[in-house]
């Protein structure tokens, strides 16, 4: 599987970005998510979804970050809104046939490079 991120960079507070993660060379189905690392932390899981669009999500983001997967253009999203400095760090997509909640605790099968998000 191999996973490219794009639609990182700088926003000031309460503004949003939305992050993007194109998928190919996997067979489905396979569950994807966003992790994230913030500076000095280990990486955490953000949200998830799965095959039949069922979702989950880190409760430090619940209400302000939206994940949707686009099938047909095998592409992930994730939407974030009203983003504070504490989202700031670098921006992973994830891929992998666990469910969705063993994904999000690292339970996965690929990554990608990382995208950053910074906020002011």
């Known amino acids: 599987v191999q996973l490219v991120e794009s639609g990182g960079g700088s926003v000031q507070a309460g503004g949003s970005l939305r992050l993007s993660c194109v998928a190919s060379?996997?067979?489905?189905?396979?569950?994807m998510g966003w992790f994230r690392r913030l500076p000095g932390q280990e990486r955490e899981g953000v949200a998830a979804?799965?095959?039949?669009?069922?979702?989950n999500y880190a409760d430090s983001v619940k209400g302000r970050f939206t994940i949707s997967l686009d099938n047909v253009k095998n592409t992930l999203y994730l939407q974030m809104s009203d983003l504070n400095p504490e989202d700031s760090g670098t921006y992973y997509c994830t891929a992998g046939k666990a469910s969705c909640y063993y994904l999000l605790r690292g339970i996965t099968d690929a990554w990608g490079q990382g995208t950053q998000v910074t906020v002011s």
């Open positions: 060379g996997y067979t489905l189905p396979m569950n």
């Open positions: 979804i799965a095959g039949d669009g069922r979702t």
